[in-house]
């Protein structure tokens, strides 16, 4: 989506090496998340924000940090990477007002072997 | 704890016909959306259902909302193979959205 971009795309670590995702947004949303997409999850709420410094942990949060040191970037990182972290992670923003759903980035591929 | 299930999770259609995926969620909520996604790519909103009744279309695609059943529904009218994707529902809830497993509709001609 053009107000929201993650970065890698793709990655692939090893294990235990320390990995860190990106997400960047123009809109200065208050509200950031990350989510991770498994098959036969659905997508999975990790950490989300709603304010720099405000961060608070979601449904699968073991494993993972985040920051948020300005209103635009939202880092997730994977502390020591495990197989079992191999997802497609999504960043995603609530706009502002009711009748919009949340914009996603495009996800990143993150392989760890 | 929200757990949301959608059914079915694998739906092979024929152009043309009419079918439903089912939303059913275990707790109150006051939102509820749609997502579609393509392979390899990202969500994109589809509906946003506010209140009890609520009812919107876009194009083949229906959605509504009965609250007091914590039940939504996506219903497609005479299918095209450009509905096949994976369609999500998600709950709002307060600092999070809980999402279906998603049904991954084929449409065949």
């Known amino acids: 989506d053009a107000g929201i971009t993650q970065s890698p795309r793709h990655k692939v670590t090893e294990t235990g090496t320390p990995v860190t995702l990106r997400c960047h947004q123009t809109?200065?949303?208050?509200?950031m998340y990350w989510y991770r997409q498994d098959p036969g999850h659905g997508l999975r709420l990790i950490h989300y924000?709603?304010?720099?410094?405000?961060?608070d942990k979601g449904e699968v949060s073991d494993g993972y940090s985040v920051s948020r040191s300005k209103t635009e970037d939202f880092l997730l990182t994977l502390e020591s990477a495990t197989s079992s972290q191999t997802s497609v992670y999504f960043c995603?923003?609530?706009?502002?007002?009711?009748?919009?759903?949340?914009?996603f980035g495009s996800g990143t591929r993150l392989t760890v072997v | 704890e929200l757990k949301v299930e959608q059914n079915p999770l694998f739906l092979s259609m024929q152009e043309g016909k009419n079918y439903t995926i089912y939303c059913n969620y275990s707790?109150?909520?006051?939102?509820l959306y749609w997502y579609r996604q393509d392979p390899g790519k990202s969500l994109e909103s589809l509906f946003v259902?506010?209140?009890?009744?609520a009812v919107k279309q876009e194009g083949r695609l229906m959605a509504s909302l009965d609250t007091k059943a914590r039940l939504s529904t996506l219903h497609i009218t005479a299918a095209v193979h450009d509905l096949s994707a994976t369609y999500f529902c998600?709950?709002?809830?307060?600092?999070?959205?809980?999402f279906g497993a998603g049904t991954r509709l084929t449409v065949k001609p």
């Open positions: 259902l506010l209140s009890n009744g």
């Open positions: 809109e200065n949303h208050r509200y």
């Open positions: 924000s709603y304010g720099v410094k405000d961060t």
């Open positions: 707790t109150t909520s006051d939102r």
């Open positions: 998600a709950v709002f809830q307060p600092n999070d959205m809980r």
């Open positions: 995603a923003i609530r706009p502002t007002g009711l009748n919009y759903g949340y914009t």
